[in-house]
């Protein structure tokens, strides 16, 4: 194989790893905030059963849960959802990983929906009383004040801690090899393994170096354009 | 008719009874000092008649209105609150301003969220108070990079560009150095002789001595004297008034 063969067959698998990564953050991010919300209920047991919840999630390996998302549905109830998805899409021989990917998608996001709520609760929690009494004394509404006292405090205050929780993300995508989805470290594995190659598992951390080096500038741009005031 | 009328204000936290039963009434253009101990339950009282707390018992009342009766039990709508709110403005001891807006964009917001006029007479209105408090140089300035004193003006105009009938202040000076308490005080002075209605909890003595019409002075959660200045200051009633002036005057 040259090197343009090889750089595309690891290009392929890093596409696989920038999808677990773009459909995690843009669905985990999101679906953060109403797990925060709930997570800080005023009504105790919606409360409790959320950090119930985000404890568990973030205190078990994402790479568990993974296997839990893959196996369950076949191994406790009998549906191969996920390799039947994979057939579905199988075109001659050219095998298909969707399903797996899905339980993958699955797996991230619930798993990144937490950590990211507990930043976001974090971030809501620091801002102190007196912003939002100074809004409502104003005669603002508690809408009013969330969107245009606090929020924009909030956001200053998880950036640092967001990026570093996105940096983490692109890394982790590599846990999907662990029910052979096709990402770039299996690819790396499988030119090792099968055609005696060592150097594309180094040329591998190349990929994730220039990508992670490109998220640090542009999380950081967005730190500096915060930078403008104190809270 | 006095303007507010406040009769007879309980509030508990839990089993800590902190207001026992306040009444007093303010005239229109009256400056009221509240002095009194840590722990008497001035802030307490301030945020009553800005309805951050629901008194327990007692009425409160802007004109003719009752805006809000403790005793009855059924919850105000947040709609009714707030319209309360608008009758009072509160500058708090910390200022509070919200740090990711300049001294203007402090001023305007509320004013332009509620719709209060058009985007020019806001901002007119908003450089003119802004000149009235001094600060006609820091207009685009950040909470950041204004001193204690500066922000606390600012403040005091963010409060006022609401246009609220009565304008509470509590301890403005507490969190400023000694020699930046002076603007503040000289600001609210300024209110005083354009015919604002106030009431200033305070420890600055010579403040409340000079600038107030009527002096309150609590401790324990009731109102222990209360007289102008004059029987205050030189002829106090009480044994605890004189007590704590005492006190206020040997810490100097
Ligand atoms: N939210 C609260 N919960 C419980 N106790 C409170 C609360 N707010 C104030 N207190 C108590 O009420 C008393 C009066 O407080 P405060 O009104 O702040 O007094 P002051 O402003 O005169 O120093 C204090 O003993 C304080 O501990
Ligand atoms: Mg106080």
Redesign the interface.
């Known amino acids: 194989m040259s090197f343009l063969e090889i750089f595309a067959f690891l290009l392929d698998g890093f596409k696989i790893s920038l999808l677990i990564f773009a459909v995690t953050l843009l669905c985990g991010a999101p679906l953060g905030l109403p797990i925060a919300f709930c997570s800080m209920s005023r009504f105790k047991p919606i409360r409790f059963i959320t950090k119930v919840f985000v404890w568990i999630i973030r205190g078990v390996p994402l790479m568990l849960q993974i296997f839990i998302i893959y196996y369950v549905p076949s191994l406790l109830f009998g549906l191969d959802i996920w390799k039947r998805v994979n057939l579905y899409f199988t075109t001659g021989n050219q095998l298909s990983y969707a399903g797996s990917v899905i339980a993958v998608l699955i797996a991230f996001i619930i798993n990144y929906a937490c950590y990211f709520s507990e930043i976001y609760r974090g971030g809501i929690e620091s801002i ?1 009383k ?2 939002y ?10 809408n ?1 004040v969330f969107k ?2 606090v929020l ?2 909030v956001i ?1 205050r998880i950036v640092p801690p967001m990026s570093n929780e996105i940096i983490t993300l692109i890394k982790d995508t590599a846990l999907a090899n662990c029910i052979m989805v096709g990402e770039i470290i299996y690819k790396a594995n499988v030119l090792a393994a099968d055609k005696a190659l060592i150097w594309p598992l180094f040329f591998t951390g190349v990929f994730y170096l220039v990508f992670v080096g490109l998220l640090t500038i542009v999380l950081g741009k967005v730190e500096k354009n915060l930078n ?4 | 008719m006095a303007l507010l009328e406040v009769k007879n204000i309980q509030k508990n936290f839990g089993k800590t009874e902190v207001l026992k039963d306040i009444s007093f009434s303010l005239e229109k253009g009256e400056v009221l000092a509240i002095i009194g101990s840590s722990g008497s339950g001035k802030t307490t009282l301030l945020r009553c008649l ?3 707390e629901t008194p327990d018992k007692g009425t409160i009342s802007v004109g003719d209105k009752l805006l809000i009766d403790g005793a009855d039990k059924t919850t105000l709508k ?1 709609e009714q609150i ?2 309360n ?2 009758h ?3 500058v ?1 001891q ?1 200022f ?5 807006y300049n001294v203007l964009q402090n001023i305007t ?2 004013p332009t ?2 719709k209060k006029g058009t985007t020019e007479e806001i901002e007119q209105n908003a450089l003119r108070l802004i000149d009235q408090v001094g600060l006609s140089e820091k207009i685009k300035a ?3 990079e204004l001193s204690g004193g500066q922000q606390q003006r600012v403040a005091i105009a ?2 006022l560009a ?1 246009e609220p009938e009565i304008l509470c202040f509590d301890e403005p000076t507490s969190a400023l150095d000694p020699e930046l308490t002076g603007e503040v005080l000289r600001v609210i002075k300024g209110l005083k002789n354009e015919n604002s209605t106030m009431i200033v909890v305070t420890h600055e003595m010579e403040f409340a001595k000079n600038v107030a019409d009527k002096v309150i002075f609590m401790a324990d959660g009731i109102i222990e004297e209360i007289g102008t200045p004059e029987q205050i200051f030189e002829n106090p009633q009480s044994e605890k008034t004189r007590t704590f002036l005492q006190n206020s005057l040997e810490s100097f």
């Open positions: 102190s007196g912003q009494e100074a809004g409502y004394v104003l005669g603002l509404s508690k009013q245009n006292i924009k405090q200053k403008y005031f104190r809270s | 800005n309805f951050l947040d707030r319209e709110r608008l009072f403005g509160l708090f910390n509070n301003l919200f740090p990711q917001l509320a969220l509620l950040y909470p950041c963010r409060a609401m």
